[in-house]
C-alpha cells in the first residue's frame, strides 16, 4: 500500500515560484504524476516522471515553467512551479502507478489528498 501527502501549496502573485513535495510511505518503486483540477474543470495531466527519474513529461501549457523531479532515497517527488500565471490556479494532486509513467489519470493507482495553489493576477 502506498499514501501521498502533498505539500508546498499556497498563495503566490503571478510570475512567482512554488514548489510541491509528494512524500510516499510504504512501496517506492513506483511512476509518478502530478495532476491539477481547477472549479469547474476536468482534471488534466500536469507532469510525471519514471521511477529512476530519468523519463519525464509535461503538459504543453507547463512546459518550460514546471519541473518533476524525485529523491527516491527521500521517497518524495517535487514540482517546482516558476513563472506561475493565474491560469495555473488549482488543487494539485499527486498520483502513483506500478508501471511506468502516464499522462492519463485513470491508469494511476494511488492518489494523495490534493494540495491548492492560488495565482493572483
Known amino acids: 500500500q502506498v499514501q501521498l501527502v502533498e505539500s508546498g501549496g499556497g498563495l503566490v502573485q503571478a510570475g512567482g515560484s512554488l514548489r510541491l513535495s509528494c512524500a510516499a510511505s510504504?512501496?517506492?518503486?513506483?511512476?509518478m504524476g502530478w495532476f491539477r483540477q481547477a472549479p469547474g474543470k476536468e482534471r488534466e495531466f500536469v507532469a510525471a516522471?519514471?521511477?529512476?527519474?530519468?523519463?519525464?513529461s509535461y503538459a504543453d501549457s507547463v512546459k518550460g515553467r514546471f519541473t518533476i523531479s524525485r529523491d527516491n532515497a527521500k521517497n518524495t517527488v517535487y514540482l517546482q512551479m516558476n513563472s506561475l500565471k493565474p491560469e495555473d490556479t488549482a488543487v494539485y494532486s499527486c498520483?502513483?502507478?506500478?508501471?511506468?509513467?502516464?499522462?492519463?489519470?485513470?491508469?494511476?493507482?494511488?492518489w494523495g489528498q490534493g494540495t491548492q495553489v492560488t495565482v493572483s493576477s
Open positions: 498520483a502513483a502507478r506500478g508501471k511506468g509513467s502516464s499522462r492519463s489519470w485513470y491508469e494511476y493507482d494511488y
Open positions: 510504504g512501496r517506492t518503486f513506483y511512476a
Open positions: 516522471i519514471s521511477w529512476s527519474g530519468i523519463s519525464t
